[in-house]
Every structure is written in C-alpha cells, then in structure tokens.
C-alpha cells in the first residue's frame, strides 16, 4: 500500500475487531491487511473520534475512482452483512479500505488475484 493516510479508530472497535481477526481463517489476504491497518491506527475512545471518521455501524459514501461510482454502504461485523446489498463487511476489501479513514481521504487496497481498489471516502454518517 502506498502513501496510505492516516487513520483513527475507536478504541471499542479495535478491541472487538481484534479479537475477529484472532478467530479469522481468510486466504483472501483481507484480514492481513485490516491487521496491519489497525496496527498503524492512532486509537482513541469513540467519544473523541470526529464526526467525519469512519467507525464500525457507519454509513459511508465512498467513490470508487477507478470508475468514479458512488457507494452508500453500511460498514458492519461480518455476522451483521445478511447478504443485503446496502451493507460491508469489515472483511471485504473495500470495507477493511474504510475503517479509520476521514472524509477527503483516498487509499489504494490490495485485492489478491486483481487490480487494487482506489476509494475516496465522500461522506460519513454515524450511527445513532
């Protein structure tokens, strides 16, 4: 990954993330990556994390800029996903791409067997 942003996570989401990512089998390489972004992040209690940070349970408008679409999912636990279309999972590579990252922010992603993914965070809605 290169010049990768900073990013900021609560540190109630650290812990529970870590303890999923101790239980975690993935070939994809996702979970090696969401480990290795988490070991860079600048931790903090969720009542000190900006508004415009995406958190776990946030609903996030992001751009894929590699064909300019624009995304409105929720980033949610894997078990929380169910399939539906408006939702991500931490585990999917642009969910784990999202974690930490301020609105303005881009990042490049690694996906194992393809092109990386390019996404620039447009708007953060936090959960209630």
Known sequence: ??????????????????????????????????EEELSRADLRPLSEIPENVVVM?????????DNGKQHRLELVYPHQA???????SILAPAGA???GLSVGDSIEW??????????KVVQVTRPD
């Open 82 to 88: 169910d399939g539906s279309p408006d939702k991500i």
């Open 1 to 34: 990954m290169s010049d990768l942003p900073a990013i900021t996570v609560a540190e109630e989401d650290y812990n529970r993330l870590a303890t999923l990512l101790e239980k975690t089998t993935d070939p994809t390489g996702v979970a090696d990556g969401l």
């Open 57 to 65: 349970n946030s609903m996030v408008l992001f751009e894929d800029q």
């Open 110 to 119: 690694p996906v194992k067997g393809r092109n990386p993914l390019h996404l």
């Open 97 to 99: 791409a999202m974690i």
